[in-house]
Structure formats: structure tokens, C-alpha cells
């Protein structure tokens, strides 16, 4: 006969906890149950998907896949290790899968390729990394780095606990700088200096610089107000307002009034005027320009004074050489050591009315160590506005004195008529050898007086003919 075990439905059955080897079979799933006493809905038998369908399924001892894969849509809970010799992907990489790690990581990180894998993006960042050390080949990006920061030659450039860098700089620097720094500046700095002290070396408001400049050089340009002394050697412009003493030489333009310590102006630079004295002072310039307005004689604009011997007066030196200030050379004859034109206005500019040049001789060959003869040549200018030899008047080496004439042969030699208004006395001698004596080489034209003879004589170009 059929034996007939006890049945209904999957839900009336685990509403039930069998007894020990009673069995159930459900109506609606058409599965066979077992009951152990304890189980609720006790536990399938004899069905391929029994595993599938138990809520708690237990294995007995290890699970061996036989070379198979676990597939499915759900959760794996394990309360152990889990150990793996080959690859373990987590997540398809479209977005969306979560690891969330709770426990520690022993063991290295390490990409399976170099320079191919990030920790995280620009969009998704962590938020804190605590790390013993940290090497970066390429560039870090941080908002702030709290930490040492070592070079490769171990020198820590960075020191965190000091507050100091130590190491070059190259790029713009923005923001404050408090502290030492030790080197060369190449670029510009933007904003005030202060010294040790406190005190305000450098005002960026106000554009000044209120300290001393002791020692150094300054390259490129200083632009502002310099309040207190510098020393030392300066090129360029100065801009603005200089207070205190200049030590040297000043090679350059310089724009602007100069005032004495008693606040009097000696130069002018509204005015473009000296309006000061000179004295005792070397001046070294390839122009020195006076002017005045003043006509009268008593405030001439170019005076010379001293306090006499009585043979010396107030003297002015005139020096000329070839060659070089550092290295002259000797004149040649003919040069010039003062050219000195004078000049008026004709109501378009100035025009010159005579020239006054003074220098060697140029006929002389006997430039030497002490030597240097003489001349003086005077020139005026004629209402064609030229000059030339008809306008000249020379005063040469021999104290010969020549009008019209460049090379004088004689003590007064004139080329051109002369008129006398008073008397004109030829040479008187006392006999015709005393006037053989005196005129060796007699030329035709002259005129003597022999005073033995009572006559007046002229040489004919060979002898001397008596003219009465």
C-alpha cells in the first residue's frame, strides 16, 4: 500500500520545526524536507538545487570548485581569511561598485605596471594620507605641506621646525617673506622692508627708502627718494630728490637745482644757470657754458681774481696734447691749444666777428722735451661774413710781427699799404760799416741813414745808392 508523509505548502513549512527524521514535502515546490529537531522547516534531501534553496545552507568540510566559478547576484560573508594565488578583480570599472575596507592592510601596494595606475582623480580626492616618508618623481600639488623638505644631496631645504628654507629660488615669489634671506635677488620685490630692529628700511606706500646703503652694488634701476648717505660708485639716472653729500665724481647728466648747506641755490635748474663761484675746484668737462644777463662790466659772468705779488696776476692755463687725457702725446706744428671765438647775435643766431688761436708754430721743426715755439694768430671777419689772410694778423716765434702776412720775415712785415700819420724813422748808422755789420744780406728797397755822410741811402738789390 502508499505511505503518505506529511505535506503543505513551503510557507506552512517553515512555520514548523519538524521533529528528528520526520519528513515533509511541499505541495507547492514539490521539494522533500527532513526534520532534525532543531531546524525550522527542517532541511532539504535529494534535490539538485537543495544548496540553492536552503536559507542556511552548511558544508560539512572544504568545497572544492573542481576547476569552476562562483556566479551569482548577492553578498559572500566570511568571518576568516580568505586566500588567493591569482587575480582578484573587485568591481567592472563602469562606475559604481563600492569596496568598503574595515580592517587593516598588511603587505605592499604595488600596480602591476610603473607610472600607469592613480589614487583617486580630480574630482574624487582622499581626504587625509599619513605617510613615514613620501618619494615623487614629477610634480606634487598640494594647498599646504606641513612637513621637511629634502634635497637630493640630503640637505634639508625645508625645515618645518625652524620655519626656515635654505636653497635657491627661481620663479615669483608671492606673498610675505618673514625671516633671513642669504644671497642674490634677480627680479622684483614688491612691498616694505623693515629691518632687525623694526625699523622701515624700505616704504612701498610711499616709494622711499629710509636707511643707509653701506655696502654692496645696486644693479638695475633705484627708483624713489634715497634719504642718508651711499658710497660708493653709481651708474645710471638718479630720479628725484638726493639729501646728503656726494663723495666723487658725477659722469653723467644730472637734472635738477643743486643747493649749498646754507639752503643758497649754485645751480639753478629752473633757470639752467650757475649762479654760484667756483673756487678751488677742478673741473674736468669737454664743455663748461656760462650766460648771463647781466651787461654790466663790474658783474661780468666770467671773472678771474687773486691776491698779487705784484708781478703775478690772476692766471688761467690752457693745456693741449694728442693722444688721450690718460696718455698724451706730443703736438705737431700748426695744432691749436686754444681756439677762442667770439661771437654776436645777427637776429637769427650767432655769427662770429673775430677768432683769437693760439699754439706751436707752424713753421717750426723744433718741438721738443721744454720747446715749443709760439704763435699767435688773430682773425676778423669781414661784412661777407669770411676771413682769410687779408684779415690776419699773426705774432710768431721769432716775436716777428705780420699783417696780411702768415710767415713775417721781418719784426713788423705787412702785406698792403701803410699810412702814418706822424713821423716814420728809417734805420740811422753811424757809417757804412756799421750798417754792413748790422744788414748782412741786404734787400732790395731798403732805406738806411748814414749819419757820417749825412745821407739817406737805398739798396738797389745789389749796392747801396745814395737818394740825395
Not at 190 to 216: E, M, P, Q, R, Y
Request: glycine residues 14%; negative net charge; proline residues 3%.
Amino acid at each position: 500500500m502508499a505511505l503518505q508523509i506529511r505535506r503543505g505548502t513551503n510557507a506552512e513549512r517553515l512555520a514548523i520545526t519538524p521533529a528528528s527524521g520526520e519528513l515533509i514535502y511541499t505541495t507547492d515546490t514539490k521539494l522533500v524536507y527532513v526534520g532534525d529537531g532543531t531546524t525550522s522547516g527542517g532541511k532539504q534531501v535529494g534535490a539538485t538545487n537543495a544548496v540553492n534553496n536552503d536559507p542556511n545552507p552548511q558544508l560539512g568540510g572544504n568545497l572544492d570548485l573542481n576547476g569552476f566559478n562562483i556566479n551569482g547576484t548577492g553578498n559572500i560573508n566570511i568571518t576568516g581569511n580568505i586566500v588567493a594565488t591569482g587575480n582578484i578583480n573587485l568591481g567592472d570599472g563602469t562606475g559604481g561598485d563600492l569596496i568598503n575596507v574595515g580592517g587593516d592592510v598588511s603587505g605592499h601596494l604595488k600596480p602591476a605596471q610603473d607610472i600607469a595606475y592613480d589614487i583617486g582623480s580630480n574630482s574624487l580626492r582622499w581626504r587625509n594620507g599619513y605617510f613615514s616618508g613620501l618619494s615623487v618623481d614629477g610634480v606634487l600639488s598640494a594647498g599646504a605641506i606641513n612637513s621637511d623638505v629634502i634635497a637630493d644631496d640630503s640637505t634639508v631645504m625645508v625645515d618645518v621646525s625652524t620655519n626656515t628654507f635654505t636653497g635657491d629660488v627661481t620663479g615669483d615669489v608671492t606673498g610675505d617673506v618673514t625671516g633671513n634671506t642669504t644671497g642674490y635677488h634677480t627680479g622684483d620685490v614688491k612691498g616694505s622692508i623693515f629691518a632687525d630692529n623694526s625699523v622701515l628700511l624700505v616704504d612701498a606706500v610711499n616709494a622711499w627708502v629710509h636707511a643707509d646703503v653701506i655696502v654692496g652694488t645696486l644693479t638695475n634701476d633705484l627708483i624713489g627718494n634715497v634719504t642718508g648717505n651711499t658710497t660708493g660708485v653709481h651708474n645710471g639716472d638718479v630720479i628725484g630728490n638726493v639729501q646728503g653729500n656726494v663723495n666723487g665724481y658725477v659722469d653723467g647728466d644730472l637734472q635738477g637745482s643743486v643747493f649749498g648747506n646754507n639752503s643758497t641755490a649754485l645751480l639753478d635748474g629752473m633757470t639752467n644757470t650757475l649762479v654760484c663761484n667756483v673756487d678751488n675746484a677742478l673741473i674736468t668737462s669737454e664743455k663748461v657754458i656760462v650766460t648771463s644777463d647781466d651787461n654790466d662790466p663790474d658783474v661780468a659772468p666770467f671773472q678771474l681774481s687773486c691776491i698779487t705779488t705784484g708781478t703775478n696776476g690772476p692766471g688761467a692755463v690752457y693745456k693741449a696734447a694728442r693722444g688721450s687725457q690718460a696718455t698724451p702725446t706730443v703736438l705737431s706744428a700748426g695744432d691749436t691749444i686754444i681756439d677762442m671765438s667770439y661771437t654776436g647775435y645777427d637776429g637769427n643766431g650767432y655769427s662770429p666777428a673775430a677768432v683769437l688761436k693760439i699754439g706751436p708754430d707752424k713753421y717750426t721743426s723744433a718741438i721738443g722735451t721744454g720747446v715749443m715755439p709760439g704763435r699767435i694768430l688773430f682773425l676778423t671777419y669781414d661784412e661777407t661774413g669770411t676771413t682769410g689772410a687779408d684779415n690776419a694778423m699773426v705774432f710768431n716765434r721769432q716775436g716777428r710781427l705780420g699783417i696780411g702776412k702768415d710767415d713775417p720775415d721781418e719784426k713788423l712785415d705787412v702785406v698792403g699799404n701803410i699810412t702814418a700819420s706822424g713821423f716814420v724813422q728809417p734805420g740811422v748808422y753811424a757809417d757804412p760799416t756799421a750798417r754792413d755789420a748790422d744788414i748782412t744780406s741786404p734787400a732790395a728797397g731798403m732805406i738806411v741813414f748814414v749819419t757820417s755822410l749825412t745821407q739817406f741811402q737805398g739798396y738797389d738789390g745789389t749796392s747801396w745808392v745814395a737818394l740825395n
